[in-house]
């Protein structure tokens, strides 16, 4: 099996799908042959990348939606189900960050969206995911894009770091509940990556760029699609054997 067709006859879904990381993830899957349902709030961007991709051969389905709504995710994950028959695989992406600040500067607001976002979208999708792949007989395998800020204070503010390490946390503990159903559950442990969130905060607090550069072995971001190969083997039958893990993708940040 060729690694560009890893996925094909699988079925995936995408959150975050219209920029970034969710973007990028969107053509490499895409490529490697999945039939795709992309969710995102922002619906005209989306319906956009799910016809260049279906223009280009593929088969892509927008949702529009918000992860935080647990009623619009199960209906994505239905649409997978009507449309396709099933689902194989996920990639939960979707995020909400903003410049770090101390702890006592952040308001209850953005605690809270950065929780309901990062920790609540994750948890929404996961448990009607796995519901329908727990209806199947192959299992299936879910992908859950977390941070440095799992592993350590980064500086990115105290509901970030704390967000990021709850969505280590329902990775592992869904790992465990559902090994012996053939479920793997892992989380992507990035680093620095330019999307078009990092250069929205870059564009406000330029000064941080050349800390982000620092944290790193290769003193550069990553790109968005090695972010979406990343997520890709672990999706595929080649990582077949890898289940509640954090796999670092960082440019050697969590290294040094």
Same mark, same amino acid.
């Given at each position: 099996?060729?690694?560009?067709?890893?996925?094909?006859?699988?079925?995936?879904?995408? !959150?975050?799908?219209?920029?970034? =990381?969710?973007?990028?993830?969107? *053509?490499?899957?895409?490529?490697?042959?999945?039939?795709? @349902?992309?969710?995102?709030?922002?619906?005209?961007?989306?319906?956009?990348?799910?016809?260049? =991709?279906?223009?280009?051969?593929?088969?892509?389905?927008?949702?529009?939606?918000?992860?935080?709504?647990?009623?619009?995710?199960?209906? /994505? @994950?239905?649409?997978?189900?009507? !449309?396709?028959?099933?689902?194989?695989?996920?990639?939960?992406?979707?995020? #909400? %960050?903003?410049?770090?600040?101390?702890?006592?500067?952040?308001?209850?607001?953005?605690?809270?969206?950065?929780?309901?976002?990062?920790?609540?979208? &994750? $948890?929404?999708?996961?448990? *009607?995911? =796995?519901?329908?792949?727990?209806?199947?007989?192959?299992?299936?395998?879910? @992908?859950?894009?977390?941070?440095?800020?799992?592993?350590?204070? !980064?500086?990115?503010?105290?509901? #970030? &770091?704390? /967000?990021?390490?709850?969505?280590?946390?329902?990775?592992?503990?869904?790992? %465990?509940? #559902?090994?012996?159903?053939?479920?793997?559950?892992?989380?992507?442990?990035?680093?620095?990556?330019?999307?078009?969130?990092?250069?929205?905060?870059?564009?406000?607090? /330029?000064?941080?760029?050349?800390?982000?550069?620092?944290?790193? &072995?290769?003193?550069?971001?990553?790109?968005?699609?090695?972010? %979406?190969?990343?997520?890709? $083997?672990?999706?595929?039958?080649?990582?077949?054997?890898? !289940?509640?893990?954090?796999?670092? @993708?960082?440019?050697?940040?969590?290294? =040094?």
């Amino acid at each position: 099996m060729s690694e560009q067709r890893a996925l094909s006859g699988r079925v995936a879904m995408i !959150t975050g799908a219209s920029s970034g =990381i969710g973007e990028a993830a969107a *053509h490499v899957f895409a490529d490697a042959g999945a039939a795709l @349902v992309l969710v995102a709030r922002r619906g005209e961007r989306l319906r956009a990348l799910a016809g260049r =991709i279906e223009d280009s051969g593929g088969r892509a389905l927008a949702v529009e939606g918000d992860v935080t709504d647990s009623g619009r995710m199960r209906e /994505a @994950v239905e649409a997978a189900v009507e !449309t396709y028959g099933g689902l194989d695989c996920a990639l939960n992406n979707a995020g #909400y %960050a903003t410049a770090g600040v101390p702890m006592h500067e952040i308001d209850d607001q953005v605690f809270r969206q950065t929780m309901d976002v990062n920790v609540g979208g &994750v $948890w929404n999708c996961m448990r *009607h995911q =796995i519901a329908v792949m727990l209806r199947g007989t192959s299992g299936g395998s879910i @992908v859950n894009t977390a941070s440095v800020a799992a592993t350590r204070a !980064t500086g990115a503010g105290a509901a #970030y &770091v704390a /967000a990021k390490h709850a969505v280590l946390g329902l990775t592992r503990a869904a790992a %465990a509940d #559902y090994g012996t159903a053939g479920i793997r559950v892992n989380a992507l442990i990035v680093g620095a990556t330019r999307t078009e969130m990092m250069e929205g905060v870059l564009s406000r607090h /330029a000064e941080l760029e050349e800390r982000f550069l620092a944290d790193t &072995v290769q003193k550069r971001m990553a790109a968005p699609s090695e972010v %979406a190969e990343a997520a890709l $083997w672990l999706c595929s039958d080649r990582a077949s054997f890898v !289940t509640g893990s954090a796999v670092p @993708v960082d440019g050697g940040a969590t290294a =040094i």
